[in-house]
Structures are given as C-alpha cells and as structure tokens.
C-alpha cells in the first residue's frame, strides 16, 4: 500500500508571494491533517480536513487556509508569504474511524521563504 | 489547550544499552499517546502508541508505559542499535472527532557504536 504522499518536496518563494501544497493520503483514508515544523517551534498542528470540510484548526492566522477533495486528497495554501513561514510542511492521513486514530506521516515539503 | 513537555532533549547511549525519554502532558482528557521517530529528511514515522485504557505497551525492542494519574508517558528502546539514531517525539491527543497531536519538542537519540 502506498504511502502518504506530498507534492512538491520543496519550494523556494518570495516575500508576499502565495503557495499551495499537495497531499495524497494513503489509500481509504479518510482523514488528512497538516502541521508545520520548525526548529524553534517544532511540531504544531494547522487544521485536519474529514469528508471534505474542515474538522479542526490550530492557532495559525487566516493566511494559512486548506481544502480537501472528494477523492481525499488536500491542499494547503499560505499567502502573503512571511520569512517565518519557512518550514516543513507535513501532512499526516486516518482512517478517522472510531477507535483508529494512528496518523501516518508523508515526507513533508521543505518550504523556503526568501 | 494541551501542553506535552519531553526530557531530555538529548540523549546518547551505547550500543546495546537501553535508552528511556519521558513526557507529561496537562490535559486529563487525552486519550492516546503515540511516539515518532523522525530521521533526517523524512517525515516522523510511527513508532509506537497506547491508548489510556492501557498502562503498557510492548512491541519487540520497544515499549511504551503510560501513568494517567501522574499524566506522564515513556518511551523504552532495549538493546539499542544505531539505526535507532534519529529524533524521537512523543504526542498526546483527546481523540474521538479532535484528532489533532500535540507534540512534545523532541528528543535527538544517539546510540554510539
């Protein structure tokens, strides 16, 4: 079975600019959440998607937005970029069935802001 | 909000000798407890979890134990190698609907050969 998969695996943008991040969650699963990391902050939850809405959300400000598709595949997008929005950005996907709540983590896209 | 604290940040040992990392977490409502470990340039991979309705977990060479009253958590790696090397996070969470993990700030495991 395939593994959680995240496109593209880094990026290099600018002050101001505005990216989208993409995640394909392992197959049949129904659950995909985001987090950021950095080395001063380290691991800290952005919002978790279910059934295409979003379920719940961390304390990042409204600049960092998310969707997800009916296949359960999501995106994340930053805009106005900032130089601490560099990080890795991981997503993680669930089964999000009663009882299954093991996260599995994709490889991250390494993200620059210069 | 949950806050998860882990100890020691890092931690060296020899191979062969048993490692252990610790963590508390605040919130008497978390539920499950799973621990990463994350090797450079790569996502965290799960390693291990326990849930709170368990007090120890053991698969192979590691082992998890949970303390619900002292809310404290730890993680056992017995005869380390050095492909156990890598960075290890521990993560609490509610459950249920909120899934999200809060997660402790690491801890860079060394296993010196």
């Known amino acids: 079975k395939a593994g959680v998969t995240q496109t593209p695996r880094y990026l290099i943008k600018t002050r101001g600019q505005q990216v989208t991040l993409s995640c394909s969650p392992i197959?049949?699963?129904?659950?995909v959440s985001w987090y950021q990391q950095t080395p001063g902050q380290g691991l800290q939850f952005l919002f978790e998607?279910?059934?295409?809405?979003?379920?719940n959300k961390g304390n990042f400000p409204g600049r960092f937005s998310g969707r997800q598709f009916s296949n359960s595949r999501s995106e994340m997008n930053v805009s106005t970029l900032e130089l601490g929005d560099s990080a890795l950005y991981l997503c993680?996907?669930?089964?999000?069935?009663?009882?299954?709540?093991?996260?599995?983590f994709g490889p991250g896209t390494r993200l620059t802001v210069l | 909000g949950e806050n998860v604290e882990q100890h020691p940040s890092t931690l060296s040992v020899q191979e062969g000798d048993s490692a252990v990392i610790k963590c508390t977490y605040s919130?008497?409502?978390?539920?499950?407890f799973p621990w990463y470990k994350q090797e450079l340039g790569k996502g965290p991979q799960l390693i291990i979890d326990?849930?709170?309705?368990?007090g120890e977990k053991k698969d192979q060479r590691i082992a998890v134990t949970l303390n619900k009253t002292a809310k404290h958590f730890s993680l056992h790696i017995t005869e380390t190698q050095p492909e156990d090397s890598a960075v290890y996070f521990c993560?609490?969470?509610?459950?249920?609907?909120?899934?999200?993990?809060?997660f402790g700030s690491g801890t860079q495991l060394t296993v010196l050969p």
């Open positions: 993560a609490a969470s509610i459950g249920g609907s909120a899934r999200q993990l809060t």
């Open positions: 919130d008497s409502a978390s539920n499950y």
């Open positions: 326990i849930r709170s309705n368990v």
């Open positions: 197959s049949g699963h129904r659950s």
């Open positions: 993680a996907s669930s089964l999000a069935l009663a009882g299954a709540n093991e996260q599995f």
């Open positions: 998607y279910f059934s295409e809405t979003q379920r």
